[in-house]
């Protein structure tokens, strides 16, 4: 009995270890990734979140668990467009790379999006944005910006409502670079918020072209909120760590992926 106490406790603290690294490195994990992982069934996985929550190494959140300091840090934004973040700038340089000069562009305020900054600081466009992070980043160079007025979210730094909506329903862009928390062939675009949702369905709608830029982890996942179809976007701008099967599998759904 004692031996076979302690070769579950051994496991628990071998998962305890996995689960932690991984969320630190990745910043978030659903419960279905670390089952990958672990190679142990989603319900054993539940129910280490839940004892490692209580310990205060991870935070909860709907569908899996999130890096404690993304969670309670008062600068959230800048920790979250520093997870993966050579992942997404390799996806930014590759988005880059589709804007002409002279373009009306549309930027959301994904942590994603957030690092297309860098690489568009030289080109002599313009930027609608509803970023406070992407105003501040622009706003020493060759870009012309113009900033959507509304309600500001200081959580997300970022302008949300319907005076917002009605800012951006007067311009029409050439190119709208959205983000995204989820994707799945089965049930299209979900996001945690409905605010951040509003603000790509109608930067989409506005738009003659629109970029999701998506890292690989987010392919095949589901958020809280389903808010659109796979049809809101045109491109996926994702990275070269996608599984070839899930990017074939996107492709033969007729979806034009730059990866």
């Known amino acids: 009995m004692f031996e076979q106490s302690k070769s579950?406790?051994?496991?628990?603290?071998?998962?305890?270890?996995?689960?932690?690294?991984?969320?630190?490195?990745?910043?978030?994990a659903e419960v279905h990734e670390l089952a990958d992982l672990l190679q142990t069934s989603e319900m054993t996985v539940r129910r280490d979140l839940t004892q490692l929550?209580?310990?205060g190494l991870?935070?909860?959140t709907h569908g899996g668990a999130m890096k404690v300091s993304l969670a309670t840090d008062t600068?959230?934004?800048?920790?979250?467009?520093?997870?993966?973040?050579?992942?997404?700038?390799?996806?930014?340089?590759?988005?880059?790379?589709?804007?002409?000069?002279?373009?009306?562009?549309?930027?959301?305020?994904g942590s994603t999006v957030f690092r297309l900054c860098?690489?568009?600081r030289n080109k002599r466009v313009t930027v609608v944005t509803n970023s406070l992070p992407v105003v501040a980043e622009l706003m020493?160079?060759?870009?012309?910006?113009?900033?959507?007025?509304?309600?500001?979210?200081?959580?997300?730094?970022?302008v949300h409502g319907l005076m917002a909506e009605e800012h951006m329903a007067r311009y029409r862009a050439n190119r709208a670079f959205i983000g995204v928390d989820g994707i799945s062939l089965q049930n299209g675009l979900s996001a945690h918020s409905e605010k951040e949702a509003s603000t790509a369905i109608t930067m989409a709608r506005q738009s003659a072209k629109t970029y999701l830029l998506c890292d690989s982890s987010k392919l095949e996942t589901n958020k809280y909120f389903y808010f659109a179809p796979l049809s809101l976007f045109d491109v996926l701008v994702t990275d070269n760590e996608a599984k070839?099967?899930?990017?074939?599998?996107?492709r033969q759904a007729s979806i034009t992926i730059i990866n």
């Open 118 to 120: 860098q690489f568009i």
């Open 140 to 158: 020493s160079s060759e870009v012309s910006v113009n900033l959507v007025g509304g309600e500001v979210d200081k959580e997300r730094q970022a």
């Open 8 to 28: 579950i406790s051994m496991n628990f603290q071998h998962r305890k270890r996995l689960i932690v690294q991984t969320v630190e490195e990745r910043g978030s």
């Open 53 to 55: 929550a209580a310990s």
């Open 58 to 60: 991870i935070y909860r």
């Open 75 to 109: 600068h959230r934004f800048a920790n979250k467009t520093a997870v993966n973040a050579g992942l997404k700038d390799y996806i930014c340089q590759l988005a880059a790379q589709e804007i002409q000069e002279g373009d009306v562009l549309f930027m959301d305020c």
């Open 244 to 250: 070839p099967d899930v990017v074939n599998a996107y």
